[in-house]
Nanobody
């Protein structure tokens, strides 16, 4: 199986920065898209940013220009650099990866989530 472990969440003041990391491990053959989603209280989970295996990226309009997604394929790790944070960025952030594993199995995997709170 495949596990995703996130780190880097916390409490930060408005205008501050945080960097999230997500490392994938297990019987991995290929990781395709890796991304970050978030879910605020009382709201649906939304896509924040995604990066393909070749490095193409996508951002939600609400985070463009403030967040940067990157990945280290050698480490099976995806990062989310979050700058100019706003209170509305407060949410649980989840890592997602589309993975080919054990050579014939394909699935989407989720991390356990990490809390990001933006407040003064």
């Amino acid at each position: 199986q495949v596990q995703l472990v996130e780190s880097g969440g916390g409490l930060v003041e408005p205008g501050g920065s945080l960097r999230l990391s997500c490392a994938a491990s297990g019987s991995i053959n290929t990781i395709y898209d890796m991304g970050w989603y978030r879910q605020a209280p009382g709201k649906q989970r939304e896509q924040v940013a995604t990066v393909t295996s070749s490095g193409s990226d996508y951002y939600a309009d609400s985070v463009k220009g403030r967040f940067t997604i990157s990945r280290d394929n050698a480490k099976n790790t995806v990062y989310l650099q979050m700058n100019s944070l706003k209170p509305e960025d407060t949410a649980v952030y989840y890592c997602n990866a589309a993975v080919l594993f054990r050579w014939t199995h394909y699935d989407n995997f989720w991390g356990q989530g990490t809390q990001v709170t933006v407040s003064s």
